[in-house]
């Protein structure tokens, strides 16, 4: 059973970077694509990034071109660099496969101040 444990996050303040952890203790070829997604407080939970197995990657225009979806095959993991940081960004964020989710991990909050 593949588990997911994402770490990395932190408070920033606007403008700064962070660098997101999501490490799975199985294969993330189980899965079509990985994603990272995000939930801000009174809000559901949005898909922000996607890498599928061939390395193509997709992303909300919310995040487009702040941040990257990268993985290290060797190491079951899977990064979010998320650079220009917003306010807006302000969430607790959690990877996941697709089309097919898992259990959800404890996510990692991040906390972009102004």
């Known amino acids: 059973q593949v588990q997911l444990v994402e770490s990395g996050g932190g408070l920033v303040q606007a403008g700064g970077s962070l660098r997101l952890s999501c490490a799975a203790s199985?294969?993330?070829?189980?899965?079509?694509?990985m994603g990272w997604y995000r939930q801000a407080p009174g809000k559901q939970r949005e898909l922000i990034a996607t890498?599928?197995?061939?390395?193509?990657?997709t992303y909300a225009d919310s995040v487009m071109g702040r941040f990257t979806i990268s993985r290290d095959n060797a190491k079951n993991t899977v990064y979010l660099q998320m650079n220009s940081l917003k306010p807006e960004d302000t969430a607790v964020y959690y990877c996941?496969?697709?089309?097919?989710?898992?259990?959800w991990g404890q996510g990692t909050q991040v906390t972009v101040s102004s």
């Open positions: 890498k599928d197995r061939s390395g193509k990657t």
């Open positions: 199985g294969s993330i070829f189980t899965f079509n694509a």
């Open positions: 996941n496969g697709l089309p097919n989710t898992i259990a």
